[in-house]
């Protein structure tokens, strides 16, 4: 089977090495900005799914035109800049009988899905409390630069939408359990940034001339929320706390045990308890639940990351490609539109300085 991979950057040649490890898919990379390219992956039969790795304003275009083609789709995340035009490929996606994918990979963690079985399996009790935070660096000075800041190619949010729905996405999906109501607050510490005249990769350092640009997204957001009647939580996205690489921090507490989890130290998962020793348990296929061990390809003592977690997510999309009648083990383009519909009321909340409710 052959994939176009669309776009070039960071995110394009992380996709492209987890669809090679799956040796049976065969990427076919095109340039996010050649519109040609693009037009001549979606006419050529051979291919039959799309990935869509561009800034986040051509993620609604570019879907849809792959869709409209009779392409299956994986798409980044955001899934578009707002819930109209992400609603707009969940209906189109269903009426075409196309696989559809919003890639929050981050849920693909073998410890992350271990926890969630915990839950299921009633070992943390009933839930009362659900916390954390995603912390970045990268764009702690002035002179740094990406195009995510520029609200026309990333959206009208930056921290909640890039990071934040990431932290979001996981807490519903350990949880099982909606947010239904939130406060937020956004912060811009730099209104204006040094934009240099050459583009720069997603994480590098600039270099060379700038230009004195202003900024409309956010830096920082902090957000308290609601699951309903009984359960509470608070998260905090950022892109500038120093020495934070790629931190998603989540810790959730029931009424028989806790949980917490570091994404920098993804092979280990924190267990605490009332009255015995709290636990840190390590990685290992073997001691994991039933349900998360498909997660883990490697043995215990062998660490698996980042890119791992794309592997697992494409796996599985492309295994209901091959078989139309296999259940979707993956987020989808609703769980896409569903985090959209967290931002606009995280959006909403800051601009009234009040609570907001989430849609179910």
């Not at 005249?197 to 600039?206: D, H, I, Q, S, T």
């Not at 993956?330 to 907001?356: C, K, T």
Request: hydrophobic fraction near 40%.
């Amino acid at each position: 089977m052959k994939a176009a991979i669309v776009g070039s950057g960071f995110m394009g040649r992380v996709h492209a090495e987890a669809v090679r490890r799956l040796g049976s898919v065969e990427p076919i990379a095109v340039g996010g900005r050649d519109e040609a390219a693009f037009r001549a992956a979606l006419a050529n039969p051979g291919i039959k799914s799309v990935h869509i790795c561009t800034p986040n304003a051509a993620h609604f275009p570019m879907a849809k035109a792959a869709l409209e083609a009779g392409k299956h789709v994986l798409c980044e995340k955001p899934l578009a800049t707002s819930p109209a035009d992400a609603r707009a490929l969940v209906d189109l996606a269903r009426a075409k009988n196309l696989r559809n994918c919003t890639c929050h990979n981050l849920r693909y963690y073998p410890m992350v899905q271990h926890m969630r079985r915990m839950r299921e399996d009633g070992d943390l009790g009933e839930i009362l409390v659900v916390q954390g935070t995603y912390s970045q660096d990268w764009l702690l000075y002035d002179t740094d630069w990406n195009w995510r800041i520029d609200s026309k190619e990333g959206g009208p949010s930056r921290a909640l939408a890039d990071i934040g729905s990431h932290f979001c996405d996981m807490a519903e999906h350990v949880t099982g359990q909606r947010i239904t109501s939130l406060c937020a607050d956004l912060q811009t510490f730099h209104k204006k940034r040094q934009k240099p005249k050459v583009a720069v990769e997603a994480f590098a350092r600039a270099t060379g001339d700038y230009e004195t640009v202003a900024v409309e997204s956010e830096d920082f957001g902090a957000v308290m929320f609601r699951m309903g009647d009984r359960v509470r939580g608070a998260f905090t996205a950022s892109q500038v706390s120093a020495g934070r690489k790629n931190r998603l921090s989540i810790e959730i507490y029931g009424s028989k045990s806790g949980v917490a989890w570091d994404q920098e130290r993804p092979d280990e998962l924190w267990i605490g308890n009332r009255n015995t020793n709290n636990q840190v348990i390590i990685k290992d296929p073997g001691l994991l639940k039933e349900g998360a061990r498909s997660y883990a390809d490697l043995p215990g003592g062998h660490s698996e990351g980042y890119d791992d977690t794309f592997k697992q997510v494409f796996r599985r999309f492309y295994v209901s490609i091959e078989d139309p009648s296999a259940e979707p083990e993956y987020p989808e383009f609703a769980d896409g539109l569903r985090q959209l519909v967290i931002l606009d009321a995280e959006l909403e909340s800051h601009r009234r300085h009040g609570w907001a409710d989430v849609p179910r």
